[in-house]
């Protein structure tokens, strides 16, 4: 996945006098999971909003296919952008509402005010993506036990960076969809059934929320929380 250099010009220069100096109605396009992020001028040119455009050359998930209690694995992968509404996993439902409720009438909570008491138990369903502006950057501070044992790895203390010269394509998708999550301030979420293309993935489906966290306005933590089903109804040990 090639990410889009525009894209991360303006995360660098992101302030209201840059973008009072942009003419174009669309400002960029990033790709991911199928879908193509466009940030346009929202009424009067007064500020930016996000502008989410299925790609037409992937099939979309056919109805059905890719709730939790669906079995039937397809033959490729099935993803579907969601929203803190459409959530069907009850953790990561009961993080955003916590969440929602730390924020008020505020964009965002602060790390503090949700980590680690206010969520308890459901830490192990939570990665924490620290923000290094210099080099726009993010290092990984917390990895709950839920995405370890999905991904058979606990990576806290790696910076994204060090995942995308791993790892290219799992490492700009989590860039991405946090580079996303800071430009905007808002919730950003996927469901998804592995297909029979992916072969060597420990779970067959996932959903997963992306949540800004900070303060006056500045995302300083990406909040990821995260179900996962395993294959054949269990983890390997």
């Given amino acids: 996945m090639k990410v889009n250099p525009r894209l991360r010009a303006i995360i660098n220069a992101l302030d209201a006098k840059f973008l009072k100096l942009l003419r174009t109605d669309e400002l960029f396009a990033s790709h991911l999971y199928g879908y193509t992020y466009v940030a346009v001028w929202g009424e009067d040119r007064r500020g930016l909003m996000l502008q989410f455009r299925k790609q037409t050359k992937i099939a979309p998930p056919a109805a ?124 950003l979420g996927f469901r998804g059934i592995l297909g029979r293309d992916i072969t060597q993935a420990k779970f067959d489906w996932f959903e997963t929320l992306y949540l800004p966290l900070g303060s006056g306005g500045v995302v300083d933590h990406v909040l990821n929380a995260s179900n996962y089903r395993p294959k054949d109804g269990k983890w390997p040990h």
């Fill in 64 to 187: 059905g296919t890719i709730h939790r209690n669906v079995r039937t694995i397809p033959e490729k992968t099935a993803i579907l952008r969601t929203g803190p509404d459409d959530t069907e996993s009850p953790e990561i439902r009961a993080i955003y509402d916590i969440w929602n409720q730390m924020r008020g009438e505020r964009p965002m909570p602060t790390r503090e005010e949700l980590l680690p008491r206010a969520l308890g138990r459901l830490l192990r369903n939570v990665s924490l993506a620290r923000v290094l502006p210099e080099t726009n950057d993010y290092e990984l501070r917390i990895i709950g036990d839920a995405h370890a044992e999905a991904y058979g790895w606990n990576g806290k203390g790696l910076r994204v960076s060090q995942l995308i010269s791993g790892a290219p394509e799992m490492g700009t998708m989590l860039k991405d969809s946090y580079d996303l999550v800071r430009t905007f301030r808002l919730p």
